[in-house]
């Protein structure tokens, strides 16, 4: 079985810093593509920020120049320092996959996700 755990999520006030991870688990063959989405309520699930295959990382218009992803590949895990935080940035947010378990084809994989809070 092959999954995305989140952690990290919480209660910060604005202004602040929070930091996410997400660990791949399981009888991973590659990951391809890996980052964040997230979805505020009534609001669609967008963009945050996405390595694709290592490529290079693209940023959510709304976050560039606050929130940082950094990718290791030995250990499965993707992190995400977010800085000067506000409430607009309150949401629900998943780590996303493409990825491969042995002999089978790329396939996209979401986590559960965490709650991100920012009060005023």
């Known amino acids: 079985q092959v999954r995305l755990v989140e952690s990290g999520g919480g209660l910060v006030q604005a202004g602040g810093s929070r930091n996410l991870s997400c660990v791949a688990s399981?009888?991973?063959?590659?990951?391809?593509?890996i980052g964040w989405y997230r979805q505020a309520p009534g609001s669609q699930r967008e963009l945050v920020a996405l390595d694709k295959d290592g490529s290079s990382i693209r940023y959510g218009d709304s976050v560039k120049g606050r929130f940082t992803m950094s990718r290791d590949n030995a250990k499965n895990t993707v992190l995400m320092q977010m800085n000067r935080l506000t409430p607009e940035d309150t949401a629900v947010y998943y780590c996303y996959a493409v990825m491969r378990r042995t002999g089978t084809p790329f396939r996209a994989y979401w986590g559960q996700g965490t709650q991100v809070t920012v009060s005023s």
């Open positions: 399981g009888t991973i063959a590659n990951i391809r593509d």
